[in-house]
Each structure stands twice: as C-alpha cells, then as structure tokens.
T-cell receptor
Framework: AQKVTQAQTEISVVEKEDVTLDCVYE???????LFWYKQPPSGELVFLIR??????QNEISGRYSWNFQKSTSSFNFTITASQVVDSAVYFC?????????????FGQGTRLTINP | NAGVMQNPRHLVRRRGQEARLRCSPM?????VYWYRQLPEEGLKFMVY????????ESGMPKERFSAEFPKEGPSILRIQQVVRGDSAAYFC?????????????FGQGTRLTVV
C-alpha cells in the first residue's frame, strides 16, 4: 500500500523558534518521489521541494531544510527561525505508479501556527 | 507565463444542480490531474487526463462525476446532481510529461459549496 503519514495534526510555536514537521511514507516502489507543499490561508498549493528516492542528500534552502532518511522511510521538514508568514498547512506527498500514470498520495497535513 | 488557471474560484450550488469546474493547464502542459480536498483533510487523487484521453480515473466516484480534457479548451470536471458531501476544494494540477520526473503545478482551486 502507498501511504503518507503526517502524525502531527497541529503545531504551534513562537516566532523565531525552530520547528520540524514529520513525514513517514510507505511504498513498494523502488523508484519514487517525495514532495512538500505549503497551503497558506489563501488556499493555494505552493510547491516547496521534490526529492527522488535515489538522492538521500539533505537539502537546505534558506530557512528551510529537508532530511530524507530511506532507512526509516521519513522525509522531515525543518523551518529554522520561524516567522509568522510560515503559518500554513504543510503537506507531504508521495508519487506512486498508477494505471500508466504517476499520481500524488498526500498526507493529512500539519497545520503550523507561528505566534508573534 | 500564466500558471494553472482554475475557475471559478468559488462556486455555490443547490442540491441537485450541476457543477462545472474548469482548469486551464500551464502552457505546454498536456497532462492534467484533478484532486479533491475535503474540509480538514489532505488532497485525494481523482482523475488523470491527457488531451482527449482519460488515463486513470481510479479516484473518481463512479456516479455523478465525469471529467474531460478536449483537444481545444480547458479540462472540465463535472458533478451532476450535487449533494452536500460534494462540498470541498477541487484542485487541478498540470505537468509537461508524466509526473515521474517533475513536479505538478497546482491551480488555486475551486471551492464548491453545496447548500
């Protein structure tokens, strides 16, 4: 079964704190892609990162960093020095092989609230 | 360089009416995916289309829902005889090739409210 679990439903921190959003996935595929999306209060989905299963290097982009650990099937997302504008729902997703297609399986999302 | 365009952004329908949701993919993209987001939930895949073809509709309810992506014009997700449980945000995504090697670009969604 293909599945993405984001165990943290809601997280609330004070501005400037670091925060890590967890993502655990299940797949039988040996080749797959993992994604993170941000959904701000306005509702659109903003792409943050794509990582393929062969690349276990951690990635940093400004205050954002991602830790991909194939051994534990996890793809965690850390925001350093959080800001109020980071408040959003964050989704982790896995691309799986469908009927001749690749489609995304999303986790339930983590609602992150950054308090001033 | 317009992104994925969905319209309308908000749609209100009475029970029993039809809802038509439109999605214009990014320029040069021939693959379209529709997802549904129920309140407080993640997105669930509904259907994957290429121009004039439905490739994967495994997530689409068997009744009342249909999708098309004609040779000319936007992709349309059609919901007939809407019920309150159809109230959700419907997102469209497009990609230039199969999703395997690229990310899907999402539209801003259509929020359907059935009253």
């Amino acid at each position: 079964a293909q599945k993405v679990t984001q165990a943290q439903t809601e997280i609330s921190v004070v501005e400037k704190e670091d925060v890590t959003l967890d993502c655990v996935y299940e797949t039988r595929d040996t080749t797959y892609y993992l994604f993170w999306y941000k959904q701000p209060p306005s509702g659109e989905l903003v792409f943050l990162i794509r990582r393929n299963s062969f690349d276990e290097q951690n990635e940093i982009s400004g205050r954002y960093s991602w830790n991909f650990q194939k051994s534990t099937s996890s793809f965690n997302f850390t925001i350093t020095a959080s800001q109020v504008v980071d408040s959003a729902v964050y989704f982790c997703a896995l691309s799986v092989r469908g009927q001749g297609a690749q489609k995304l399986v999303f986790g339930q999302g983590t609602r992150l609230t950054i308090n001033p | 360089n317009a992104g994925v365009m969905q319209n309308p952004r908000h749609l209100v329908r009475r029970r029993g009416q039809e809802a038509r949701l439109r999605c214009s993919p990014m320029k040069g993209h021939s693959h379209v995916y529709w997802y549904r987001q129920l309140p407080e939930e993640g997105l669930k895949f509904m259907v994957y289309l290429q121009k004039e073809n439905i490739i994967d509709e495994s997530g689409m309810p068997k009744e009342r829902f249909s999708a098309e992506f004609p040779k000319e014009g936007p992709s349309i997700l059609r919901i007939q005889q809407v019920v309150r449980g159809d109230s959700a945000a419907y997102f469209c995504a497009s990609s230039p090739i199969r999703l395997k090697n690229t990310e899907a670009f999402f539209g801003q969604g259509t929020r359907l409210t059935v009253v």
